[in-house]
């Protein structure tokens, strides 16, 4: 694991109650290793897009920023606490589901592309092992108002009836 800033070697340590938890309480330690990125078991979902939102967006407005960060609240709201390497994409795909009754589909596109992007920030950071959001497709959010435009009909019968 090599050595920290004074000199001392950093070791690992895993425990539990009986030899079987201690021995996949190793196997996973060993799996976590053997990955690349070497993500932070305290680095949480609402860190990771606080830093995305104030580094990941370079010269976009204001209004834009605070459109994502609007979005992307509801889905911190259900588990933004939680750490970015335990999130998964499960959680996401419910978190989702469990707002369609209450946002429209475009902002539950925007949450879902808003939390995709702080991962992939993070990502590009070393801050996180894989995307969970990426593989989530986005639910339908509430329907919107019954669009008040004529039909191809309504409009042909509208410009007979115009005068010369």
């Not at 939102?53 to 606490?81: E, I, W």
Request: hydrophobic share 35%.
């Amino acid at each position: 694991m090599g050595f920290d800033a004074a000199g001392k070697r950093i070791r690992r340590k895993v425990s539990g109650r009986t030899k079987t938890e201690v021995q996949d309480a190793l196997v996973r330690l060993r799996e976590e290793l053997g990955r690349a990125p070497k993500s932070s078991r305290t680095y949480t979902v609402n860190q990771a897009v606080a830093d995305w939102l104030a580094k990941g967006l370079p010269g976009r407005s204001q209004r834009t920023t605070d459109l994502y960060d609007y979005a992307v609240g509801h889905l911190l709201k259900k588990f933004g606490s939680r750490p970015l390497r335990d999130l998964s994409a499960g959680e996401v795909r419910a978190a989702l589901e469990s707002l369609t009754g209450q946002l429209w589909t475009r902002t539950l596109g925007i949450a879902r592309l808003s939390l995709e992007r702080a991962i992939r920030f993070a990502q590009a950071d070393d801050r996180a092992g894989r995307n969970v959001a990426e593989v989530i497709e986005t639910p339908q959010g509430r329907s919107g108002r019954a669009s008040k435009s004529l039909s191809l009909v309504q409009a042909q019968a509208a410009a007979r009836l115009r005068p010369p």
